[in-house]
């Protein structure tokens, strides 16, 4: 039996967001340039975990919380089978600093599923960041939890952790090569007849030097 990864749906979560009173944004300045880019990609995609932003952007403790009091993040608690999780929003401050799309504790009306894919979006950042690849990160219209564009090329990141629904119509309307992440390749099963061109990645793969799958005479091979 497979062990089952990290960022399962089927581990016992519980998300325990911190709701902020106001959008007072202060008038903190950007530090560092590392700050720019972490606000950026965190905007563009929702939510990051504590391992993740150290790993993508090099911040220390004592850095993250400086950019908690500067009001550029928000923490908030990813609870997994009572372990508690650290998760970083942007804050009202990364909203007035770089123009990006900030809404008051929109963060409160989140489930599971739509924060675990993003946490697996930026799994994958990391390892690209690993591979010293350099990119892009952009949001994405739903099905897709982001956009990456990797040299002259732009991928949809499509994240499987439950059942989507109307995934038919949306793939079929899509233009640009997609990279699919699932648990295993069951979960990406009942999808396997749009996916045809896609890339996959197991989340097993994401904790190593990967290779794709692609799919081949009916199965996902390398």
């Not at 911190?18 to 903190?28: F, H, K, P, R, S």
């Not at 300045?29 to 990051?48: D, Y």
């Not at 099963?189 to 005479?217: C, M, T, V």
Request: charged share 30%; with cysteine; glycine share 4%.
């Amino acid at each position: 039996m497979n062990k089952r990864s990290p960022f399962s749906i089927d581990h016992d979560w519980r998300f325990e967001p911190t709701l902020l009173e106001n959008d007072v944004a202060g008038n903190a300045p950007i530090r560092v340039s590392q700050e720019t880019r972490a606000m950026k990609a965190i905007g563009r995609i929702g939510i990051i975990g504590s391992v993740q932003i150290s790993r993508l952007f090099g911040f220390k403790r004592h850095h993250i919380r400086r950019m908690i009091q500067d009001k550029k993040l928000v923490q908030h608690q990813l609870v997994k089978n009572k372990n508690a999780i650290p998760v970083f929003t942007i804050g009202p401050r990364a909203g007035k600093l770089l123009s990006l799309s900030y809404e008051h504790n929109k963060w409160r009306t989140w489930t599971v599923e739509q924060i675990l894919r993003k946490l697996v979006f930026f799994q994958l950042c990391c390892a690209l960041h690993d591979k010293q690849k350099a990119f892009q990160i952009d949001n994405a219209a739903f099905p897709f939890t982001g956009k990456l564009e990797i040299g002259q090329d732009i991928r949809q990141v499509l994240v499987i952790r439950k059942k989507l629904e109307k995934l038919d119509e949306e793939i079929r309307h899509n233009t640009l090569p997609i990279i699919v992440i699932a648990e295993s390749f069951d979960h990406v099963q009942p999808y396997n007849h749009l996916l045809g061109s896609a890339k996959l990645l197991l989340d097993e793969d994401l904790g190593k030097d990967y290779r794709f799958y692609i799919w081949k005479k009916d199965e996902w091979v390398r």
